[in-house]
C-alpha cells in the first residue's frame, strides 16, 4: 500500500528542486511531467480499488445487518420478560425483575411472569391457545429447544473470619473465584442435582455485573408445558435449590422468528453477591445465524466473497513490503537499511492497516467456525424433535463480537480515506495537524491522567461507601468523565460528604474543564496555525515551480526573462524567509541552549540553530558584547528583534513580488503607452525594493548577493545567470530558449530609456561625489596650522565620511543596473 506514497516522495524530490533517482535516467527532459503523471495514476488506482473495497463492505454490513424489525423483536421480547409487573397477589407493590432484590422474590418472578410468558394459556378473547402455539411468545417467537436453569456455587469456608467471631459465625461464604467453584452433589436424597460441564458452549462465558461466571453447573431443564414446568420450579424452591453457596442463578433458552429469519438468545440471570440480596441482569441477543436464504442474502454473499479475495490481496501485498523491509530491500534517503521497524515508521498509516486486515482475517474465521458449528447442531434427532436444551449462547456471543469487529473495522475504514484524500491540500492541513500536535498530545494526556486518577481515588475513596457512581475505582473514573459533558448528580455526593464534595468537585471542574481542556484547545490551534504557515510556504514554492514548468510560456515574449529572474529572486526569499523563521522559533523555544545554561555558546549556534561558520561569526560578532562566546539573556533578545525586523521584511518583500508577477502576467506583446507608464511605476517600486534588498543582503543569504541584478559587458551580449536558464530548462529548454531570443531586441528597446536614465543618475552621483571630495580638502588646506589638535582629529573624521558615501554610492549605482541589458549598439540575441 506504499506505492503512490513512493512516487509522492520522488515527485516532492523533484518540487524542491533536488535530484531525481536512478529511476528516472530513461525519462524524457519533462521528468517532473512523468513523475507526476506516475503519482497520479498510482493514487488514481489505489484510491478507486479503495472505495470498491469499501463499497463491498459497505453492502455486507448493511445486507446482512437486520432491519428494524430486529429492534422491535428485542424489545418485545423484553417487555413480557423482565418488564413485565409481578402479579397483585405476589406483592403489595408495583414490582418487575428489575427490582428483584431477594431470594423470595427471584422465586416469585419465575412463578409468574416468567412463566407467563413462556407458556401462554389463553388469547386475548380468553380461548385456550392451540398446541402449536403453546411455545410460542407473541405466537411469533418460536421457543428452540427445552429452557434451562442453572446454578453456580462455591465452597462453604473459603474465606478467613477474624478471630473474635469464629464461635459467632459457623460458615464463610466468599466471592465467587473459578478457585473456589463447588461441583459437589447436593439436594435431597436420591433427586441430588449434579454438577454438569457445558460441551456445546464454543466461546464465551456470563459476563454478569459483578463478576465473570462459566457456562457450566447444576442444571435444572424444564418441561415443555406449563403445567409440569411450575411443579419443577416449585420442587426447587422447597428443597432451597438456591442458598447462600449460589453464586449464580441463569434462565437461559433461545426462540427463533420465522417471518424475520431471526434468534433471539436469551439469558435471565441473578447474581447472588457475598454481601446478601440478589442482583438481576439480562441479555438479549439478536443475531441472524441462517444466513443465506433470499435473493439478496445470496447477493451479499457474491460481495462477501470479492470482499474475502480482495482482503488477501491486500495482506499479500502487505506482507511483501514487510518482508522486502526485513530482508533490507527498502532503504531510507541516505541509502541506510533501516529494517522491518521503519515500514512502520515512516509510514504510520500500515499501523491502520495491519490492524484493519487483522479484523478482517479474524471474522473470517468467525464466520467460518460458527457456520461449521451450527451445520453440526441442527442435524441432530435431538433438534428436530426439539425435546432438548439447545445451548447458543457461545454461537450468539461470538455473531455479536462479529458485529463489534465489524463496526470497529467500519470506523477504521472510513478513516483510512483520509489516507487517499490527503492527497488535497485542505484535508492533508488537518491530518497534518494532527500529526503535529501529537508530541504536545501525548504529554498533555500524561499531565491530565495524573490529575484525572487522583480525582478518581479520591472520590472513590469518599463517596464509595454511599454513591453508585463511585462503587468502584472505574465506575469513579466513568462518573469524572461523564461530568466534564454535563452528566454528573452533585446532590448525591453532598449528601454522601457535605464537607468534602464541593471542594472535591469544584476544583475538579476548575481544573479540568476550564484549563486543561483549553489547553488542550490551543495545542490543536498552534499546531494548524503551524500548519496554515507551512502551507503558505509550500504554495509558493510550487507557485514558483508552476511558473517554470509551463505557465512562463503564455507570458508575452519581452516578459519571459525578466519573470524567470523574478521568479528567482522570489524562491531565494522564501528560502531565507523560511530559515529565519525556523531560527527564529528554535531561538524562543530553547532549543539552541542544549545544556540548559540560559545562554547559546558558538557550538551550540552551529549544531543546534544550524547555522553555518559565517552566520555564526557574524552573529556573535555583532551581540556578543562582552566577547565571551556565549549569547546571554539581553544579547538573545536583541539577536532575536533584529530577526523578527528582517522576517517583517522579507514578508513585505515577497507581497511585493507577487504584485510585481501578477502585472507581468497581464501585459502582452503591444505595448501602448499606458502600459509603458505602468511599467515604469513597477520599475520604481522595484528599484525600491533592491535597496531594502541590497542593505539586508550585505551580511545575508549568499544566493541573494548571487542573484544581485549586474550591469551587462560593454561591447558583447548581456549575462545571464545560469540558474535561470538551469530552471527554466526544467520545463520546456527549447521553447523558453526561443522565446528569450525573440524577445532580446523588444527588450532592448523597452530598457534603454530605463538605462539612460541610470546613466544619468549615475553621473549626478560622481558629480555629487567629486565636489563634496574638493570641498573637503579645501576645509582641510584652510585649516593646516591654524587650528588645535583636536580639530585635526575632528577634520580627520570628516575625511572618512567620502569613503562611506562613496562605497554607498558605488553601492546604490550597482543596484540600479539592469539584469540582461546590453549596450545599445549590442543587440545580438542571448545563447543561454
Excluded at 624 to 630: A, G, K, L, M, V
Excluded at 710 to 729: T, V, W, Y
Aim: some cysteine.
Amino acid at each position: 500500500m506504499n506505492t503512490f506514497k513512493k512516487i509522492r516522495d520522488r515527485v516532492t524530490v523533484v518540487r524542491l528542486g533536488g535530484d531525481s533517482s536512478d529511476d528516472d535516467e530513461d525519462a524524457p527532459s519533462t521528468g517532473l511531467s512523468l513523475s507526476r503523471l506516475l503519482y497520479i495514476r498510482s493514487w488514481t488506482f489505489s484510491t478507486l480499488r479503495y472505495f470498491v473495497f469499501l463499497t463491498l463492505f459497505t453492502i455486507i454490513v448493511f445486507g446482512s445487518r437486520p432491519s428494524e424489525s430486529a429492534y422491535y423483536m428485542s424489545a418485545q421480547l423484553r417487555d413480557i420478560l423482565v418488564q413485565e409487573e409481578f402479579p397483585a397477589s405476589a406483592s403489595h407493590i408495583r414490582k418487575t425483575f428489575w427490582d428483584v432484590a431477594t431470594t423470595d422474590e427471584m422465586f416469585q418472578y419465575m412463578e409468574g411472569p416468567l412463566l407467563e410468558g413462556l407458556f401462554p394459556t389463553v388469547d386475548y378473547a380468553g380461548d385456550p391457545v392451540p398446541d402449536s402455539l403453546s411455545r410460542a411468545i407473541y405466537g411469533y417467537d418460536q421457543i428452540v429447544g427445552l429452557v434451562r436453569i442453572r446454578q453456580v456455587r462455591i465452597r462453604k469456608d473459603t474465606c478467613s473470619v477474624a478471630d473474635k467471631f469464629k464461635r459467632i459465625v459457623e460458615h464463610c461464604y466468599d466471592s465467587f473465584k473459578s478457585s473456589v467453584v463447588s461441583k459437589d452433589p447436593f439436594g435431597p436424597p436420591g433427586n441430588e442435582w449434579v454438577w454438569q460441564a457445558d460441551r456445546q458452549t464454543l466461546f464465551g462465558g456470563v459476563n454478569g455485573r459483578l463478576s465473570l461466571y462459566p457456562d457450566d453447573g447444576f442444571v435444572v431443564d424444564l418441561a415443555k408445558d406449563k403445567g409440569n414446568a411450575t411443579q419443577q420450579i416449585s420442587f426447587l424452591k422447597q428443597n432451597k435449590f438456591v442458598d447462600l453457596q449460589t453464586r449464580l442463578l441463569a434462565i437461559e433458552f433461545s426462540v427463533y422468528n420465522a417471518n424475520l429469519n431471526l434468534f433471539c438468545v436469551i439469558r435471565i440471570a441473578f447474581e447472588l453477591p457475598e454481601a446478601g440480596g440478589v442482583v438481576p441482569f439480562a441479555h438479549f441477543r439478536t443475531v441472524k445465524l441462517l444466513r443465506y436464504l433470499s435473493s439478496m442474502d445470496y447477493f451479499v454473499l457474491v460481495c462477501e466473497l470479492l470482499l474475502c479475495a480482495m482482503v488477501f490481496m491486500y495482506v499479500v501485498e502487505e506482507v511483501g513490503e514487510l518482508v522486502q523491509a526485513c530482508r533490507g530491500k527498502v532503504t531510507s534517503a541516505s541509502g541506510e537499511h533501516r529494517g522491518w521497524r521503519a515500514y512502520f515508521v515512516d509510514d504510520m498509516w500500515n499501523y491502520l492497516d495491519v490492524l484493519n486486515l487483522s479484523l478482517f482475517v479474524v471474522v473470517i474465521i468467525f464466520r467460518i467456525i460458527m457456520t461449521i458449528t451450527l451445520e453440526q447442531m441442527f442435524d441432530t434427532g435431538n433438534f428436530k424433535s426439539n425435546a432438548a436444551y439447545f445451548n447458543l449462547q457461545g454461537v450468539a456471543l461470538m455473531a455479536t463480537q462479529e458485529i463489534n469487529i465489524n463496526a470497529i473495522n467500519m470506523l477504521l475504514c472510513w478513516i483510512k480515506t483520509l489516507k487517499y484524500l490527503n492527497h488535497f491540500d485542505r484535508i492533508h492541513q488537518l491530518s497534518e495537524t494532527l500529526v503535529r500536535a501529537a508530541a504536545d498530545t501525548v504529554l498533555f494526556m500524561i499531565m491530565f491522567l495524573i490529575i484525572f486518577f487522583g480525582y478518581a481515588q479520591a472520590g472513590y475513596m469518599m463517596f464509595s461507601a454511599d454513591v453508585e457512581g463511585f462503587r468502584t475505582i472505574f465506575r469513579s473514573m466513568e462518573s469524572l468523565v461523564l461530568s466534564i459533558l454535563g452528566e454528573f448528580d452533585y446532590s448525591q455526593i453532598e449528601r454522601s460528604n457535605r464537607y468534602l464534595a464541593p471542594l472535591f468537585f469544584f476544583s475538579y471542574m476548575l481544573l479540568v474543564f476550564f484549563v486543561l481542556l483549553n489547553v488542550f484547545i490551543a495545542i490543536i490551534s498552534s499546531s494548524f496555525d503551524s500548519v496554515r504557515e507551512a502551507a503558505a510556504r509550500r504554495d509558493a514554492e510550487q507557485r514558483v515551480e508552476q511558473l517554470l514548468s509551463g505557465k512562463v510560456q503564455r507570458l508575452s515574449p519581452w516578459a519571459q526573462l525578466k519573470r524567470a529572474m523574478l521568479i528567482m529572486k522570489d524562491a531565494m526569499l522564501v528560502k531565507r524567509y523560511h530559515k529565519r523563521s525556523l531560527l527564529i522559533e528554535k531561538i524562543r523555544s530553547g532549543k539552541g541552549d542544549i545544556n540548559l545554561d540560559g545562554m547559546i555558546s558558538r557550538d551550540e549556534a552551529l549544531t543546534q540553530l544550524a547555522l553555518n561558520d559565517e552566520e555564526a561569526a557574524e552573529a556573535f560578532d555583532q551581540y556578543d558584547e562582552n566577547e565571551d562566546n556565549q549569547l546571554d539573556a539581553d544579547e538573545i533578545e536583541a539577536w532575536l528583534a533584529d530577526l523578527r525586523e528582517e522576517k517583517l521584511l522579507l514578508e513585505e518583500a515577497l507581497s511585493d513580488f507577487m504584485e510585481l508577477e501578477q502585472g507581468l502576467a497581464e501585459t502582452g506583446k503591444k505595448l501602448s503607452r499606458e502600459q509603458i507608464e505602468h511599467r515604469e511605476e513597477i520599475s520604481k517600486r522595484l528599484e525600491d525594493y533592491k535597496k531594502r534588498v541590497a542593505r539586508m543582503g550585505s551580511s545575508g543569504d549568499p544566493g541573494l548577493r548571487k542573484l544581485e541584478i549586474r550591469k551587462p559587458n560593454q561591447g558583447g551580449p548581456a549575462p545571464i545567470d545560469p540558474n535561470i536558464l538551469r530552471l527554466a530548462a526544467n520545463a520546456e529548454p527549447a521553447a523558453v530558449t526561443a522565446a528569450i531570443s525573440d524577445s532580446h531586441n523588444t527588450l532592448m528597446r523597452f530598457l534603454e530609456s530605463i538605462n539612460t536614465k541610470i546613466k544619468v543618475m549615475n553621473n549626478r552621483l560622481k558629480r555629487l561625489e567629486d565636489s563634496s571630495r574638493q570641498n573637503m580638502r579645501t576645509a582641510a588646506a584652510a585649516g593646516v596650522g591654524t587650528r588645535s589638535r583636536a580639530p585635526t582629529a575632528a577634520a580627520s573624521t570628516i575625511t572618512a565620511r567620502p569613503t562611506t558615501s562613496a562605497s554607498a554610492a558605488a553601492r546604490h549605482k550597482a543596484t540600479f543596473d539592469i539584469p540582461g541589458l546590453a549596450t545599445p549598439s549590442s543587440r545580438t540575441p542571448p545563447h543561454p
